[in-house]
């Protein structure tokens, strides 16, 4: 809706001093229009078009800010707040201002193509720095970890020219050392790491089998308490709730818990698994011991999904006992 007449009038000698190029007299008078009705988001919205025509980019920010608050639905205020944030380098900030805009128009094409440019852009740059970093790693002879961050910039862009060089040069070197290391691994070792392979490549009930057999030679060799034990029982329980076998799941992690009682993953996989089963109160209190943690420890993700747990046992606990009233 058209704001107070004089502030509209201001805005009409704003907009002709934007068509001929002079973008500081046309601020002045978008400042006057919002001086009168600072909740007429054009008048906001033009400023910062201003502002970005003489790289005011902070200036610019703070207009666009001006025009969401007026209205929170003025689309364009979003897009020009997204223009400023990317030219301070702020990309995270903008992608974050994209977002809150297509809340608003999720059909908006200036908004998705924005966000869509942004998004390569910030892949080019991730990809980048990792090659960087393998080129660095590749310098020091750490091979393996040269490898590693090419596989993690290979998931962002496959078939990149560069990493296909790069890994021209670093898988040779990394297979050869990966096969005499494994030419000195154990049989239990070995049963262990082609687990891991088979878990990698989703095929859970041949990875299953592998740590079964490293488990058994272990306890066989009475190193059932061992490290690499507690490793295979703990992969063999993430393998078993892949196909959903909650039994198999609570074994596992139970024998983790009996070497180490403070066992997060293994706390929230057996929860989980007891809730599965529908032993709740079970499950409640494998939650309650993650909660009680030190936060730095559970980390963000495990204490949020126990929060919503313990929530979710609560009530289906408290609901159990009203039904045996």
């Known amino acids: 809706m058209p704001g107070h007449p004089r502030a509209e009038a201001f805005k009409a000698e704003g907009n002709k001093y934007f068509k001929g190029g002079d973008y500081k007299a046309a601020i002045a008078k978008y400042k006057e229009a919002t001086a009168i009705d600072p909740n007429v988001p054009a008048y906001w919205s033009n400023m910062a078009a201003c502002y970005e025509k003489i790289s005011g980019y902070d200036e610019m920010d703070e207009a666009a800010r001006s025009c969401i608050k007026a209205d929170k639905n003025f689309v364009k205020g979003y897009f020009r707040l997204a223009t400023a944030l ?37 892949r080019g740059e991730t990809v980048a720095a990792y090659i960087r970093k393998c080129e660095e790693q590749m310098s020091n002879g750490d091979i393996a970890g040269a490898y590693k961050t090419l596989e993690l910039a290979s998931r962002l862009d496959a078939g990149n020219p560069d990493i296909e060089r790069m890994m021209g040069r670093v898988k040779p070197k990394y297979e050869r050392m990966e ?4 030419s000195n691994l154990s049989q239990d ?5 082609r687990g891991d392979d088979a878990f990698k490549n989703a095929q859970f009930e041949v990875a299953i089998e592998h740590y079964s057999k490293c488990l058994d030679l272990l306890s ?13 029982h703990s992969n063999r329980a993430a ?4 196909i959903s076998n909650f039994d198999g799941v609570i074994e596992d992690c139970t024998a983790v818990l009996e070497v180490d009682p403070d066992n997060v993953k293994a706390l929230v996989r057996r929860a989980q698994a007891f809730e599965g089963v529908e032993r709740y109160r079970f499950a409640l209190q494998d939650v309650k011991m993650v ?4 936060y730095a ?5 495990n204490m949020d999904m126990c929060n919503m747990m313990q929530h979710r046992l609560n009530r289906t606990v408290q609901q159990l006992k009203a039904g045996n009233c």
């Open 86 to 122: 990317k030219a301070k380098n702020d990309l995270e900030g903008c992608i974050k201002a994209l977002e809150s805009g297509l809340a608003v128009d999720s059909a908006n094409a200036d908004l998705k193509r924005m966000k869509k440019d942004l998004t390569e852009l910030q």
């Open 297 to 301: 420890k559970v980390g963000k993700s």
């Open 220 to 232: 066989r060799s009475g190193k059932s308490l061992s490290e690499l034990a507690m490793k295979a």
């Open 189 to 193: 070792e070995v049963h262990k790491e």
């Open 179 to 182: 096969a005499q290391r494994r």
């Open 239 to 242: 393998c078993y709730k892949q």
């Open 291 to 294: 909660l009680a943690m030190p």
